[in-house]
């Protein structure tokens, strides 16, 4: 499955996160050309995810009785359309409302592949494949920050670099949904490439645990919104939203400001903190799977990523500051696997579905506050110091969180493991 699914929703899930962060690079032409400020590019790049609050829950339901294939496919072509209409934009306004569309339309494709994945990899696996999956996020920058730096020197046809930019890296999401609606399998029992002993095991596997998820109380949608693990599980996300956005979508104007450099060379150097990243969520996924052990493989990171921030905070230099900012974005990003295998492993059926969604639709608003908050301080002192400190104490906050929410999952993980056949290994 590592081998035949995941390449394949690595990619779809790059492709989302390349159309959610290229504004990062836009902007550095919009800003002159559509007089767009600093406070309105925060507020603007952080609304995305007022569109991806409000439409995830009810899209991963939607999901759940329509199915992945069906349903993802959609998604991808309609904000793939919708991340092409961004060469419209003409200033503040309609930039927010392209943004907050763009979020509507990706907000039930990460909940849904989340759910998709608890629906085939077992949980002793699962945060290996997640972290994997997540490192869609760093290839995104690592590919898409040249190309995109590239792409604004385009100019022709009565269109500038940035409109080309999004109209050139919007096509891909259109094209793969049609794909997606032809190939993907909506579970095991359909997947023609598993051997017979395979689809055996692992039916065996999943079955296990679903009878395991049996025990759970099957609660409806309201006692999931109500619950406290979830609102705490939420807060733990809400900074890992904050500092992924709020660095990603900084980056460019952080290092041309300080560096001057032209736009491909910016996304060069962009590139750096995103290797980093990819490193730390593959070490930490693949350690947190080894040991069992989710609450520490989720705090500690949190932890080293908020003494990367202040790091960054206090750096007179390019170098440092560049260092510091990959630093905290690579131990926040590094979090999501063993986050994930801790959140999911204590929900079933329909609360997974609505569970999943809530946490992270309601994390995912962290992803408003990070841009924005770097924007408010970017406006009142023309600097970055300011923002990046408030994004490191929420990581500070998360990893406390996390170590108090953790527990129980951990415990029972470790007490409900299946024993491992000769295929596991």
Not at 138 to 155: R, T
Not at 233 to 238: D, H, N, T
């Amino acid at each position: 499955m590592m081998l035949r699914l995941m390449p394949f929703l690595f990619l779809l899930y790059i492709v989302a996160y390349l159309d959610r962060i290229n504004v990062g690079f836009g902007i550095l032409q919009m800003r002159g050309q559509l007089g767009i400020s600093d406070g309105d590019y925060g507020r603007a790049a952080g609304i995305f995810f007022a569109g991806y609050f409000f439409f995830q829950l009810p899209s991963n339901l939607i999901l759940e009785k329509v199915g992945v294939r069906r349903w993802i496919s959609t998604l991808m072509a309609v904000w793939g359309i919708v991340s092409c209409l961004m060469i419209f934009i003409r200033g503040p306004v309609s930039f927010s409302v392209m943004r907050f569309l763009l979020g509507a339309a990706e907000a039930g494709f990460f909940p849904g592949i989340i759910l998709y994945m608890k629906q085939w990899f077992p949980g002793t696996s699962r945060a290996r494949a997640v972290a994997w999956f997540m490192t869609a996020n760093p290839i995104a920058g690592i590919v898409g920050s040249p190309i995109s730096g590239a792409l604004l020197n385009l100019h022709g046809s009565g269109l500038s670099g940035w409109q080309w930019m999004f109209l050139i890296e919007g096509l891909p999401a259109i094209v793969l949904g049609g794909i997606v609606f032809v190939t993907l399998a909506d579970s095991p029992h359909q997947a023609r490439w598993l051997k017979g002993e395979e689809k055996a095991w692992l039916l065996n596997e999943l079955a296990t645990e679903k009878s395991a998820d049996l025990e759970l109380p099957q609660h409806g949608f309201w006692r999931v919104l109500l619950s406290p693990t979830l609102w705490l599980l939420s807060v733990v996300y809400f900074a890992v939203a904050t500092t992924m956005y709020g660095l990603t979508l900084w980056l460019p104007s952080v290092i041309r400001a300080l560096s001057g450099l032209s736009y491909f060379l910016t996304g060069v150097v962009a590139v750096i903190p995103f290797v980093l990243t990819t490193a730390a969520m593959v070490l930490v996924g693949m350690s947190s799977d080894r040991t069992r052990e989710r609450r520490w493989h989720t705090a500690v990171p949190a932890f080293l990523g908020a003494a990367g921030l202040l790091l960054a905070g206090f750096g007179h230099s390019t170098v440092l500051v560049v260092a510091g900012i990959g630093l905290g974005l690579a131990f926040a990003e590094s979090m999501v696997g063993p986050f994930w295998a801790m959140a999911t492993s204590s929900m079933a059926g329909i609360s997974a579905a609505a569970g999943i969604a809530v946490i992270n639709s309601l994390g995912n608003l962290g992803g408003y506050f990070g841009p924005d908050i770097i924007g408010i301080f970017r406006t009142a002192n023309g600097g970055f110091r300011g923002g990046l400190l408030a994004i490191s104490a929420t990581l500070v906050f998360s990893g406390s969180i996390a170590l108090i929410v953790g527990r129980r999952s951990n415990e029972k993980a470790k007490a409900t493991a299946p024993v491992k056949s000769s295929l596991a290994g």
